[in-house]
């Protein structure tokens, strides 16, 4: 019974995927790697693959879009790992209209699709030759929110000021005006006639 109940849920667990359907494959052994596609571009033609990285640019046609990428590794989910080097470049092909309002610089975008025809273009005054991904899916990554770490201080509070308080660590001195009495009798200060 505990057998069985094991292996159901193990069978369960592997049939869930955590990679977003649009970019999801049923066999993701067979995908062409970037590395490979950028050093022999020519033998994976027509192969599956799945890239993505940071949006560079995004130009619209009549009726396609190319998406320029800087390439990153992926996570085990599919999301980019966006760091301070890259592998290089790619060219995405999508067919319609993609608003670059929403799809602007910087975003994290996986593409899945066909490798094609590698294609030169310029990025500035250097000549790049792009690989290029016919795109059957893609996947808009949110944004992620900057991380921040806070610590907790338990040390008293007497001890964190008397222990930074400059030299000779005595507790900060706070000026205050001098308040002298005055007199409220009615009858004129005879001291300063």
Same mark, same amino acid.
């Given at each position: ?6 292996? =159901? ?66 996570? =085990? ?58 795109? =059957? ?44 009495? =005055? ?11």
């Amino acid at each position: 019974m505990k057998l069985g109940l094991m292996l =159901s849920a193990a069978l369960l667990l592997t049939g869930c995927s955590t990679i977003p359907e649009p970019i999801n494959t049923s066999d993701d052994t067979s995908l062409a790697s970037y590395q490979g596609v950028a050093n022999n571009p020519e033998q994976f033609v027509g192969q599956q693959a799945r890239w993505g990285g940071v949006i560079a640019d995004v130009r619209n046609g009549e009726d396609y879009t190319i998406i320029e990428m800087v390439n990153f590794p992926l996570k =085990s989910w599919g999301r980019p790992t966006v760091g301070d080097d890259s592998d290089g470049r790619f060219l995405a092909l999508i067919d319609g209209f993609i608003d670059p309002a929403v799809y602007e610089q910087g975003r994290s975008l996986t593409i899945l699709g066909t490798v094609q025809e590698v294609r030169t273009g310029k990025i500035d005054d250097y000549t790049y030759t792009y690989p290029v991904l016919e795109a =059957s899916g893609y996947y808009l990554w949110k944004k992620e929110k900057p991380r921040v770490e806070t610590q907790i201080d338990f040390a008293p509070l007497w001890f964190r000021h008397n222990f930074y308080a400059p030299y000779p660590y005595q507790p900060y001195y706070v000026p205050r005006p001098v308040v002298r009495p =005055s007199n409220n009798s009615g009858s004129p200060d005879k001291s300063k006639q």
